[in-house]
């Protein structure tokens, strides 16, 4: 059976979901947590240290909207290699970007009467390489770097779902309709504001 693990660094966990499986066929088996203060090597060699599977395990780490963006650009043309030609054209005049500077990837969403819609993800370079060196010193190299938005909208698979994920100091919003991410916002508050205001208002600490 194939091992995989989720890598999430966030403001305040680190946390590590592990899936056993095959054939695209996974379940989770468990998800192991440390907190973000402690730095990310440590948190890591924490969570390596509960789990003896680590080094059979093939990783795969979340990319923060926060440090890139997404956008669904429609054509009105639905060959794949026209598509593809015309794409960071299109991008770099609706984004405020040099695209010599970023990493641009696509997905086909749908093609159908002569138009095609695709999701494009693009972020720095810069940024990329900084996530990546991170989690190499950490020893947790992953083999794939997937933008988070499109992790969370995994969970969406039917119909047209809003999948939302509160975290510490930041909100997720993933739209998806028949199984795609069609859009992603982020809202700069999460739980940590929510913890506050009912403190705040019932006039006691967070403790």
Do not use: C
Not at 82 to 100: G, H, I, N, Q, R
């Amino acid at each position: 059976m194939a091992l995989v693990q989720g890598i999430d660094v966030g403001s305040w966990r680190v946390r590590v979901a592990t899936m056993e499986g095959s054939f695209r066929r996974f379940v989770l088996r468990d998800v192991t947590e440390m907190e973000s203060s402690v730095g990310l090597g440590d948190a890591v060699e924490a969570i390596r240290a509960q789990d003896p599977s680590w080094d059979q395990a093939e990783r795969v780490a979340a990319f923060p909207l926060d440090l890139g963006a997404m956008r669904v650009v429609t054509l009105p043309f639905v060959d794949r290699a026209t598509v593809a030609k015309a794409l960071p054209a299109e991008v770099e005049s609706s984004v405020p970007y040099d695209l010599e500077e970023m990493v641009l990837a696509t997905q086909l969403i749908d093609a159908d009467k002569g138009k095609s819609r695709t999701r494009v993800v693009i972020a720095p370079r810069e940024a990329i390489r900084e996530r990546l060196e991170s989690l190499r010193a950490a020893r947790a190299e992953p083999r794939w770097l997937v933008l988070d938005a499109e992790a969370l909208a995994s969970y969406g698979t039917r119909g047209v779902q809003a999948v939302i994920d509160v975290g510490h100091t930041r909100t997720l919003v993933a739209l998806v309709v028949g199984g795609q991410l069609h859009a992603a916002r982020l809202v700069p508050m999460g739980g940590k504001a929510m913890t506050d205001a009912i403190a705040g208002a019932l006039g006691i600490s967070e403790a």
